[in-house]
């Protein structure tokens, strides 16, 4: 008789057979940077996250440092903001002069830790869209040059990684182009390949400030119904050229997140947005949930779903948790 319950008799035999193991190597903690100086604020929607200025960066430097997660990926909220979204593609704007700032922290602690760029023009312009407006819709190939722009400002100030966010078509080609002609061959291109219009971002707006004032996503956002339109995203960023590729979001998607792993030999990424750190958040503080044993599930749920990295509001606690044997 098969006894597939002997292998789960004690602790460290279930630790010795699991299938899959979270590390913090393979996590990324997003962070907000702000315009001004000596900022550091919570977002109200997002418990024990903040908005940072470039110089009050050094307790995240830290903190990501000491969690040995693999590094952090960076969102701009500039002071100022207009209809083509200038200050995504400022070479001294909110996100260059973090990654300048963190890079010098890193060298001054002898330590190193990726720094990714995202790229869109969301948080930049004042009508909230992801690209420039014509007639009241989002025009796609003129769009295009100032993602280029924006990518090349991140890699120009030292970032380790771009990824633009903004799901417009051709987006990472028009990236990969302008960095190789740049001189940035070297510089890999993460794509939100497969981003779906999702109720889960709103957190995430609120901390950047970034609610489209009209109409909304869908026409260049994922419609959520659909598995097989993803597969085919992700397979027009690898043409492209990406070097990694990515669903977001992450928890309610994976089914979407195993059929990539079927389909492409390129490292994926998956999301873990706001709404689903939101969600836990809140849970956890009314007593309805274990907040530890709930992330380490959703996050083993990820990476069993064939995820190679995870980007996650969690992971800073993620990491203490499991440093603290909690």
């Given amino acids: 008789m098969q006894r597939l319950?002997?292998?789960?008799?004690?602790?460290?035999?279930?630790?010795?057979?699991?299938?899959?193991?979270?590390?913090?190597g393979a996590l990324i903690y997003p962070v907000f940077v702000c315009a001004g100086s000596g900022v550091k604020e919570e977002v109200p929607s997002m418990p024990g996250v903040f908005r940072y200025s470039a110089d009050n960066l050094s307790e995240v430097v830290d903190a990501v440092l000491s969690a040995g997660i693999a590094g952090v990926m960076l969102f701009g909220i500039p002071a100022r903001k207009d209809e083509c979204g200038s200050g995504a593609y400022e070479e001294d704007g909110?996100?260059?002069?973090?990654?300048?700032?963190?890079?010098?922290?890193?060298?001054?602690?002898?330590?190193?830790?990726?720094?990714?760029?995202?790229?869109?023009?969301?948080?930049?312009?004042?009508?909230?869209?992801?690209?420039?407006?014509?007639d009241g819709d989002v025009d796609n190939d003129?769009?295009?040059?100032?993602?280029?722009?924006?990518?090349?400002a991140a890699a120009k100030a030292g970032a380790d990684m771009v990824a633009p966010s903004s799901m417009m078509d051709g987006v990472v080609g028009a990236i990969r182009a302008t960095l190789d002609g740049a001189g940035y061959a070297h510089l890999p291109v993460m794509g939100y390949s497969a981003?779906?219009?999702?109720?889960?971002?709103?957190?995430f707006r609120d901390a950047a400030d970034s609610a489209p004032q009209t109409g909304d996503r869908k026409s260049y956002q994922m419609d959520f119904r659909n598995g097989r339109e993803a597969?085919?995203?992700?397979?027009?960023?690898?043409?492209?050229?990406?070097?990694?590729?990515?669903?977001?979001?992450?928890?309610?998607?994976?089914d979407v997140v195993r059929a990539a792993r079927a389909q492409t030999r390129l490292p994926l990424a998956v999301y873990n947005v706001s709404g689903e750190y939101a969600m836990v958040k809140a849970a956890a503080?009314?007593?309805?949930?274990?907040?530890?044993?709930?992330?380490?599930?959703?996050?083993?749920?990820?990476f069993r779903a064939g995820a190679d990295l995870v980007i996650t509001y969690h992971a800073l606690?993620?990491?203490?948790?499991?440093?603290?044997?909690?």
Avoid: N
Wanted: proline fraction near 3%; charge should be positive; charged fraction near 30%.
């Fill in 94 to 134: 909110v996100v260059p002069q973090a990654v300048r700032a963190i890079r010098a922290l890193l060298r001054a602690r002898g330590g190193e830790f990726l720094i990714v760029a995202d790229i869109c023009l969301c948080e930049y312009t004042s009508h909230g869209h992801c690209g420039v407006l014509k």
């Fill in 317 to 326: 606690d993620w990491a203490r948790w499991r440093r603290e044997g909690v």
């Fill in 231 to 254: 597969l085919r995203e992700i397979a027009a960023d690898e043409s492209e050229g990406a070097d990694v590729v990515m669903v977001k979001p992450a928890l309610a998607y994976l």
């Fill in 285 to 302: 503080r009314a007593g309805l949930l274990d907040e530890r044993r709930t992330v380490d599930e959703i996050f083993t749920a990820f």
């Fill in 5 to 24: 319950r002997r292998l789960r008799r004690t602790r460290a035999l279930r630790d010795a057979f699991a299938e899959t193991q979270v590390r913090a």
């Fill in 195 to 203: 981003k779906f219009a999702s109720v889960f971002y709103g957190p």
């Fill in 142 to 152: 003129a769009s295009l040059p100032l993602h280029a722009r924006a990518a090349l």
